[in-house]
């Protein structure tokens, strides 16, 4: 079966410098309603500035791990207090498709019979979540993969097989500017207390000397949380939540992009 790629890019808008000036503010948290016409409707939407130009986004959405790679470039008007979503074609890179293609998938035929009853009395699903920074010339500067296969039984009860987070640093760019890993977290997970729910957490953050001014430095930090769902909110579905802190030298263009499968 072929899949159906397509990503999303999100966007900040440099409106959002001149809005957050005017409310003479610093951490001021703003939340952004989605605008009519958007094709991707998320379940918050927020921007919080801690400095000149520096800051973080937030975005929680709801995916479905079914195959089909979905993505959207948001656009944020700070000044309107609204962002709108525009999907966009994707495809993954050649390093992603080797790596998927390493990774053991579970096979009933490698089971016995008995062990294939017990199987069927489970669904079993694969889901990732995917972030990236680009810079102002739409280049892939650092990115960050969390992924997860569980299974759920007929009472809903979710287990987790296996889970994987991989990062990524542009070394060189395209245009030869650096990029380097400042550290990373090991995925993590754990159980709610009626084992519906399965909360995994990874981070991520990357630095750059030479953005700009090779003087001055640049910071971005990929925080990510993926929380398989049993059937009583949707078997086979995920909520997510991407959080992107930027600062330093011209943090305020760089973009952040998710991805989830």
Partial sequence: MSKKWIVVPVVLSLSFLTAFTALGKENKVMKLDAESGSEIILKKVEYRETGDGEGQVTIEGRATADGIIEAYQIQIDTENGTYITKPLDYKPSEEELMEEESEEELSNDEVGSSENQLLAAKNYYKGWLRASTE????????????????????DGLLECSSSTFNTWAANPSEFDTHWYKNGQSFPNYKYNSDNSKITQTAWAAYYNHDFGNDDLRTDVKHNMTMIPVNKDIGSGQFDYKVTMDKSGESSALLQLNVTTN
């Fill in 135 to 154: 810079d102002p010339v739409r280049i892939e500067t650092a990115a960050s993969k969390i992924s997860m296969s569980w299974s759920e039984d007929n």
